[in-house]
């Protein structure tokens, strides 16, 4: 795992399920509601400060999720792709990156050929199983939950980052 998680250089994620709980609440007037959880914010945050990239790979189309990658400088915003592996192609290329530097964070079988790529493959805790048995890591912590900072605390851990970032937040 040190060697897999030492070259990563881009940290893609699902959005529901993964940065969210997977809960799509409507309002009576149509509007959609999703909840984010803050440490995930921050794990983004300091993935940034660190040098690494991220981005979002969903298969859905939301004005709430082009607002929080916005506000969270995410580099990578790709919205209404069913079909994931050919946009994830086009983002790797894009990048300049090979799948061994490349992290990607699913939960349902939508994600599984991404995770089959990449170099380190992440399911969250409430992850379908399908997407747990192919994975490299499961987390302890579930989507919308903290999963997400889990996995990026776990990459600045292994390349020797997390301590530098924390020193510097602390001054």
């Not at 939960?107 to 089959?116: C, R």
């Amino acid at each position: 795992m040190r060697k897999k998680l030492s070259q990563i250089q881009l940290i893609l994620m699902d959005v529901d399920g993964v940065l969210t709980a997977g809960e799509i609440i409507y309002s009576a007037a149509g509007d959609e509601l999703k909840m984010f959880n803050v440490q995930d914010g921050m794990g983004i945050t300091l993935a940034r400060m660190a040098g690494l990239k991220t981005g979002i790979l969903t298969g859905r189309k939301s004005e709430l999720v082009r607002r929080r990658a916005e506000e969270l400088k995410i580099d990578i915003v790709s919205q209404g792709s069913f079909e994931k592996l050919p946009e994830y192609e086009k983002i790797k290329q894009q990048m300049q990156l090979s799948d061994e530097q490349i992290c990607y964070i699913g939960d349902d079988v939508l994600d599984i050929p991404v995770l089959k790529r990449v170099g380190f493959s992440v399911a969250v805790a409430n992850a379908r199983d399908e997407v747990k048995a192919i994975a490299d890591y499961v987390t302890v912590a579930e989507g919308g939950k903290g999963a997400v900072r889990e996995v990026i605390d776990k990459i600045l851990k292994w390349q020797n980052k997390l301590h530098a970032l924390i020193d510097q937040l602390s001054r």
